[in-house]
Each structure stands twice: as structure tokens, then as C-alpha cells.
């Protein structure tokens, strides 16, 4: 019997704080142990240049570093397959393919989006690769057929847009090959948006204000 597909991620733009890990990390780990679920998790270094394509290097570094938080927290190469974005060029290929089916209204309508934008005070130079990455998130999910994704509950807008993007492709190429996933949540939704050290709604590695899996004792 074919088991169910898991795929998640995270961007590598620094290291993973605590906030990672009550919000996804830990839950991976336990869907990952009870061995019920194909699994994949990806470093989604492509997604991370829609706001670092002048920082090259911190993305460089960053794969590495995200990497060992990853084994860190539990993640088991033996059980799951860890893999990099870029590796699989297929993923921006579909991408392309899936603008076409998005109007920008519904992009700048998604409300993760919009949050983002305003934390990072973008103005009149928002980059466009930002704007329509949750379309890149949503090829990489569907690429693998993935059934759930265990994220955080302020990615929901992305799993809808998600499956709005499955829901359009099958009905104008009249097919099912595509799969609605399904959104996997922590249980405790306030402890998914931990507050940041600075007092800001959410920890966050843009903000610097977390407290980093790899920070000394």
C-alpha cells in the first residue's frame, strides 16, 4: 500500500530558532517516527532569493547551518529525504506554468504575503520573485504529490492558494494528475507565533530577534 506524501521546508536565510521548532520542526519530527508517511523536507534556497538575490552568500551559508538544525531537532536522513530546491529545475519550470493561472490580484491578496511585506518595508522595491512565491511553494507541493504539509498556522493562506492553483490546473487541462494537499498544524497556535525578542509579533531570522537552535547553552 502506497503511503501518504509529506513535503515541507523551510528558506534558508539564517539559522532556525526555537520558533521553528514548536511551530513545524517538532511536529516533523513525530510524523516522521511514526513511519506511516513518505516524507520529504527541502531547503528552499531558490524561494530564499526573492528577498536575499543581492546577499548570495547568506543563502550559501545558510543551507549548511539549516542543515544541522535539521539533525539536530530529530530529523533522520534514514527516514526522510532532505534535499535543495535548485537541485530539481523542474520545480521552477512548473512555476512558470502555474503563473499563468494566478491573477496578480490574488497575490497581493494573500494575506502571509502582505504581512511579510510590511515587516520587511519592501515600498515601491518589492521584488516580483517575492510577490509570487507562494506560487513556487505551490509547485514544489505538488510536484511530489504531497498529501500534507506540517507548517505553521500563518502558512495557511499558502496551503489555500495552494490548492486554488490544483483545483484551476486540473479543471483547464481537464485531469486529476494534481493533488489538493493538506495543511498539518501545531496543536498549539499560539505557541507557533512565539514572540520575538524585541518584542515584535514573531520571532523571526529577518528580524534577528530569536533564540537560535544552534545558540550556546
Known amino acids: 500500500m502506497t503511503k ?3 513535503l515541507t521546508g523551510d528558506r534558508p536565510t539564517g539559522k532556525l530558532h526555537i520558533g521553528h521548532y514548536v511551530g513545524s520542526l517538532r511536529n516533523r519530527v513525530l510524523l516522521q517516527d511514526q513511519g506511516k508517511y513518505e516524507m520529504f523536507v527541502f531547503l528552499a534556497d531558490q524561494q530564499a532569493l526573492t528577498d536575499h538575490a543581492k546577499d548570495p552568500q547568506t543563502i550559501v551559508e545558510s543551507i549548511g547551518n539549516v542543515a544541522l538544525d535539521y539533525l539536530a ?5 534514514e527516514k526522510v529525504t532532505i534535499f535543495i530546491q535548485s537541485q530539481i529545475p523542474e520545480l521552477a519550470e512548473l512555476s512558470m506554468y502555474y503563473m499563468n493561472l494566478v491573477s496578480l490580484a490574488r497575490l497581493e491578496r494573500n494575506p502571509t504575503v502582505k504581512t511579510e511585506i510590511a515587516q520587511k518595508g519592501f515600498g515601491e ?6 510577490l509570487v512565491y507562494p506560487i513556487s511553494q505551490a509547485a514544489d507541493i505538488t510536484a511530489f504529490k504531497a498529501n500534507y504539509v506540517p507548517v505553521g498556522h500563518d502558512q495557511k493562506p499558502m496551503i489555500e ?3 486554488e492553483i490544483v483545483r484551476s490546473f486540473n479543471h483547464a487541462y481537464q485531469t486529476d494528475v494534481l493533488v489538493e494537499p493538506e495543511g498539518i498544524y501545531p496543536e498549539n497556535e499560539a505557541a507557533g507565533r512565539l514572540p520575538g525578542l524585541d518584542g515584535n509579533a514573531k520571532m523571526s531570522k529577518s528580524l534577528n530577534n530569536g533564540i537560535y537552535l544552534a545558540d550556546d547553552m
Open 161 to 163: 492558494q495552494t490548492r
Open 4 to 6: 501518504p506524501i509529506i
Open 125 to 130: 522595491s518589492l521584488p516580483t520573485g517575492f
Open 73 to 77: 531537532a530529530g530529523l533522520d536522513p
